[in-house]
């Protein structure tokens, strides 16, 4: 038996995978991971495999980087771990100051929370007490976008519109209103990506103007909504958002979770529309892809709001035990040295461009409906019908013949639904990516080739998002 099957047979006896149908690992195969190396992930029989989606978008300079590495071994033997309530260490205080210093002005606090849906629960509970502490209860309201996704815990799920991971728990969520999507995908032929996102902006301000007495927040994924299939939208959404929500007296939150960190081109995705957010909400490469840490960026004015004596009971009493971390934030500070020191801002426009020119032929093929790139994050959507960007049905899991097809030849590419995407850490050479498009390109000539015949008896609900 080989050291694959030993440890899979293992796992399957004691796990439960996340975002899995479970019963899908009678026939596609487990891939168990002895070590990772860069781009590549090597699994026990010594087979490898490229990571072209950053294992889950986290992480952006290799696995077993060096210099992150190290970082936590120094750290380790220095301090583990210490409650950050009446306590505080040297990484979680300089990884504030460089985080304030790195984001759009105004910003100049910092909240720590475990990972991206807890970061964004901080954010709506953060914005919801503002404005009860400030004499506006009746303030209470999310507003969300169509297609969103901002992380699996109740109140994030309450702010997403994906239909998988959110209609099982529709009696749990809070009642939030949803505006239509600036999605591009959607726009009217010969229409461009700023017009249409201009013209979408329609609805949000008609939903401000009759709701903005009721509203806290607005929470968007600025320019990728990413669970949602890799939609993505133009800049100006994000200024117009911002003045209107100024206008209204209404916070706005950026989820950059999945998007910050250079995956859009700027190391944050807010800086494209020269606008600065009353919540920013960071985490995945935060750490490089090491370990679990977030953080929820805010203003002084929000802070100021919860400064007061304890007897108010206006403080802000959210807490996670591993709270500002010491070994997450050492690697964050070796994250951040890392885009400081090798310009990587810089290089990956490079990396954009090969990222382009390797999937351009895909333009034409005839079930493509669209080849789209905001930065190092390309997505490829197929259809059934190219003219009217008619989707598969949903049941006929298209992405898992590319999953499948791409494991085969040695990289891990996880489609979302019907979209195959590129997400791959920053340290990928260009020989590697035009390896990826042509592995891309094979699997959606085979996946969009063979017919499928629907299976009453799938595991899946539509709107699904993830391989197949």
């Excluded at 690697?331 to 090798?342: C, K, V």
């Amino acid at each position: 038996m080989s050291l694959n099957r030993q440890w899979t047979d293992r796992d399957l006896a004691v796990l439960w995978h996340p975002c899995t149908q479970m019963k899908d690992h009678e026939r596609l195969p487990l891939i168990p991971i002895r070590r990772g190396e860069g781009v590549w992930l090597e699994d026990f029989d010594g087979n490898r495999y490229i990571d072209a989606v950053s294992s889950w978008w986290v992480n952006v300079f290799g696995h077993a980087n060096p210099r992150i590495g190290q970082r936590i071994k120094e750290q380790v033997d220095q301090l583990e771990h210490v409650i950050l309530a009446g306590f505080s260490h040297a990484p979680v205080v300089e990884l504030s100051e460089r985080l304030v210093k790195l984001t759009p002005a105004g910003l100049d606090r910092v909240f720590y929370a475990d990972n991206g849906s807890s970061c964004i629960e901080v954010a709506l509970k953060m914005s919801f007490h503002y404005w009860r502490n400030v004499g506006r209860s009746d303030k209470r309201r999310f507003v969300t976008l169509t297609n969103s996704y901002h992380g699996e815990t109740v109140a994030a799920m309450s702010v997403g519109d994906v239909s998988l991971f959110t209609e099982t728990y529709r009696p749990l969520l809070l009642d939030t209103l949803k505006v239509p999507s600036p999605d591009c995908f959607l726009r009217p032929d010969g229409m461009t990506w700023e017009d249409h996102s201009r013209a979408m902006f329609a609805a949000m301000e008609q939903t401000l103007a009759q709701h903005h007495h009721e509203v806290a927040a607005v929470i968007v994924e600025p320019l990728i909504q990413g669970a949602g299939g890799m939609r993505m939208y133009h800049p100006i959404y994000l200024k117009l958002l911002r003045e209107a929500c100024d206008r209204y007296e209404v916070h706005l939150i950026h989820d950059e979770i999945a998007v910050g960190f250079g995956r859009t081109g700027t190391l944050f995705a807010c800086e494209q529309a020269g606008i600065t957010p009353d919540f920013l909400c960071l985490s995945k490469a935060l750490t490089g892809g090491y370990l679990p840490l977030a953080a929820c960026l805010t203003t002084e004015r929000v802070y100021q709001a919860f400064y007061d004596d304890y007897s108010t009971l206006r403080a802000f009493l959210h807490s996670h035990s591993y709270t500002g971390n010491p070994l997450a934030c050492a690697a964050a500070l070796a994250t951040l040295d890392i885009f400081e020191q090798d310009r990587v801002i810089e290089a990956n426009r490079a990396l954009a461009a090969r990222m382009a020119s390797a999937t351009a032929h895909l333009a034409d093929h005839p079930h493509v409906g669209e080849v789209r790139q905001t930065g190092m994050a390309l997505a490829i959507e197929m259809v059934r019908e190219r003219a009217g960007k008619t989707p598969y049905p949903w049941q006929e899991r298209r992405g898992l013949k590319v999953y499948e097809h791409a494991l085969g030849r040695g990289a891990l590419l996880r489609p979302l639904g019907s979209v195959v995407y590129l997400l791959p850490p920053y340290v990928i050479t260009p020989e590697q990516i035009d390896l990826l498009a042509e592995i891309a390109t094979e699997g959606i000539d085979l996946a969009t080739r063979e017919a499928v015949s629907v299976s009453v008896d799938v595991d899946l609900h539509p709107g699904h998002r993830d391989p197949g």
